[in-house]
C-alpha cells in the first residue's frame, strides 16, 4: 500500500511570495489533515477535511494560508504571502475511519524556508 | 500551560539500554495516546496507540498510560542504533478529535 505522498520535498521562497504544496493521502483515507511543524517542536495542526469538508480550521491564519480538497482525495495547501516565520516543515497526514479515526499516517512532509 | 509537556532531551544511551521516554499532559479528556517516531527528514511514523489507561506492549516497545496522574511512558527495551529518532508524543479526546503532540524527545543509541 502506497504511503502518504506530498511535494515537492524542499521548497526555497522570499518572503512576500506564495508557494503551493500538494498531499495525496492514502487511498481510500476519508480524513486529511495538514501540519506545521516548527524546528524543535511537534506538530501543530492547521486543517483537517472529512471527504472533501472542512472538519477543523480553527488554527489556520486564514489572512495567508488556504487549503483545498477538491473531489475528497489530493489536497494544496497555500501561503500567500509568506513570511519569515512560516519557515517550517509542512506535514500532511490521512486517517481512514469515519470522524479521522486516531491512526494517522504522515507523508515526508514539505521543508519551507522563508527567507 | 501547554496541553502537551514532554523534556526534548536530547537523550543518548548505550546499545542495548533500556530507554524511558515521557509526557505529561493537562487535559483530562485525552482518552488516546499515541507515540511516534521521526526519523531525521522524514515524516512521523506510528509506534504506539493506546486507549485509556493501561499498558500496551509490543516487541521491544511497551507503552503505559495512568490517567489518574496524567502521565504516559514509552520504554524501549534492547535499545537499538536504529531507534535513534526524535520520539512524539500525541494524544486526542476521542476519534476525529485533533492530536496534541508533545515537542519530541531526541533519542542517540550509541553502539
Same mark, same amino acid.
Given at each position: 500500500?502506497?504511503?502518504?505522498?506530498? $511535494?515537492?520535498?524542499y521548497k526555497?521562497?522570499e518572503?512576500?511570495?506564495?508557494?503551493?504544496?500538494?498531499?495525496?493521502?492514502? $487511498?481510500?483515507?476519508?480524513?486529511?489533515y495538514? +501540519?506545521?511543524?516548527?524546528?524543535?517542536?511537534?506538530?501543530?495542526l492547521?486543517?483537517?477535511?472529512?471527504?472533501?469538508?472542512?472538519?477543523?480550521?480553527?488554527?489556520l491564519?486564514?489572512?495567508?494560508? $488556504?487549503?483545498?480538497?477538491?473531489?475528497?482525495?489530493?489536497?494544496?495547501?497555500k501561503?500567500?504571502?509568506?513570511k519569515l516565520?512560516?519557515?517550517?516543515v509542512?506535514?500532511c497526514a490521512s486517517?481512514?475511519?469515519?470522524?479521522?479515526?486516531?491512526?494517522q499516517?504522515?507523508?515526508?512532509?514539505?521543508?519551507?524556508?522563508?527567507? | 500551560?501547554?496541553?502537551?509537556?514532554?523534556?526534548?532531551?536530547?537523550?543518548?544511551?548505550?546499545e542495548?539500554?533500556?530507554?524511558?521516554?515521557?509526557?505529561? +499532559?493537562?487535559n $483530562?479528556?485525552?482518552?488516546?495516546?499515541?507515540?511516534?517516531r521521526q526519523?531525521?527528514?522524514?515524516?512521523?511514523?506510528?509506534?504506539?496507540?493506546?486507549?485509556?489507561?493501561?499498558?500496551?506492549?509490543?516487541?521491544?516497545?511497551? =507503552?503505559?498510560?495512568?490517567?489518574?496522574?496524567?502521565?504516559?511512558?514509552?520504554?524501549?527495551?534492547?535499545?537499538?542504533?536504529?531507534?535513534? =529518532?526524535?520520539?512524539?508524543? =500525541?494524544?486526542?479526546?476521542?476519534?476525529?478529535?485533533?492530536?496534541?503532540?508533545?515537542?519530541?524527545?531526541?533519542?542517540?543509541?550509541?553502539?
Amino acid at each position: 500500500e502506497a504511503g502518504v505522498a506530498q $511535494s515537492p520535498r524542499y521548497k526555497i521562497i522570499e518572503k512576500r511570495q506564495s508557494v503551493a504544496f500538494w498531499c495525496n493521502p492514502i $487511498s481510500g483515507h476519508a480524513t486529511l489533515y495538514w +501540519y506545521q511543524q516548527i524546528l524543535g517542536q511537534g506538530p501543530k495542526l492547521l486543517i483537517q477535511f472529512q471527504n472533501n469538508g472542512v472538519v477543523d480550521d480553527s488554527q489556520l491564519p486564514k489572512d495567508r494560508f $488556504s487549503a483545498e480538497r477538491l473531489k475528497g482525495v489530493d489536497s494544496t495547501l497555500k501561503i500567500q504571502p509568506a513570511k519569515l516565520e512560516d519557515s517550517a516543515v509542512y506535514l500532511c497526514a490521512s486517517s481512514s475511519a469515519q470522524g479521522g479515526g486516531n491512526e494517522q499516517f504522515f507523508g515526508p512532509g514539505t521543508r519551507l524556508t522563508v527567507l | 500551560q501547554k496541553e502537551v509537556e514532554q523534556d526534548p532531551g536530547p537523550l543518548s544511551v548505550p546499545e542495548g539500554a533500556i530507554v524511558s521516554l515521557n509526557c505529561t +499532559y493537562s487535559n $483530562s479528556a485525552f482518552q488516546y495516546f499515541m507515540w511516534y517516531r521521526q526519523y531525521s527528514r522524514k515524516g512521523p511514523e506510528l509506534l504506539m496507540y493506546t486507549y485509556s489507561s493501561g499498558n500496551k506492549e509490543d516487541g521491544r516497545f511497551t =507503552a503505559q498510560v495512568d490517567k489518574s496522574s496524567k502521565y504516559i511512558s514509552l520504554f524501549i527495551r534492547d535499545s537499538q542504533p536504529s531507534d535513534s =529518532a526524535t520520539y512524539l508524543c =500525541a494524544m486526542s479526546e476521542g476519534t476525529g478529535n485533533q492530536f496534541y503532540f508533545g515537542t519530541g524527545t531526541s533519542l542517540t543509541v550509541i553502539p
